[in-house]
């Protein structure tokens, strides 16, 4: 037991916990779209909606000091085959990067930002 509680404080303390609640997103290409995304710590993913309408599941694959990855794959509906990738730096309060969209052979790159709950910016270092 207090070999868990050891290794949890260090996990915490080098910024290693994962983020927590929900994340408000802003997704730039030619206009920027908004959305929401909700942590699901269980399952380690996000259950995203954005402004538009559209709804997904997003995997989270790195949340750490300099570097956040989250994927998203939809294997069905009307966006079925799109593939994005987001890559990006917490910064305080915020994660600002780039995102790759993938679909039907084009590729678009854009901008991403996400202002983080109280939560994940608390596990910040």
Not at 100 to 107: A, G, R, T
Not at 122 to 125: I, K, N, R, S, V
């Given at each position: 037991m207090r070999f868990v509680a050891v290794?949890?404080?260090l996990l915490i303390s080098f910024g290693w916990a994962q983020p927590a609640g929900e994340w408000?997103?802003?997704?730039?290409?030619?206009?920027?779209?908004?959305?929401?995304?909700?942590?699901?710590?269980?399952t380690q993913t996000f259950q995203a909606r954005w402004k538009n309408g559209s709804a997904a599941t997003l995997r989270l694959e790195r949340f750490e000091p300099e570097s956040v990855v989250?994927?998203?794959?939809?294997?069905?509906?009307?966006?079925?085959?799109?593939?994005?990738?987001?890559?990006?730096?917490?910064?305080?309060?915020?994660v600002q990067g780039t995102v790759?969209?993938?679909?039907?052979?084009?590729?678009r790159r854009g901008t991403w930002s996400a202002v983080l709950p109280a939560e994940a910016e608390?596990?910040?270092?």
């Open positions: 290794l949890l404080v408000k997103v802003t997704e730039r290409f030619e206009v920027p779209m908004q959305g929401t995304w909700m942590h699901q710590p269980a989250i994927t998203r794959y939809d294997d069905s509906g009307p966006t079925a085959g799109l593939r994005v990738r987001y890559e990006g730096r917490r910064q305080g309060p915020s790759l969209w993938s679909w039907s052979d084009q590729v608390a596990t910040a270092p």
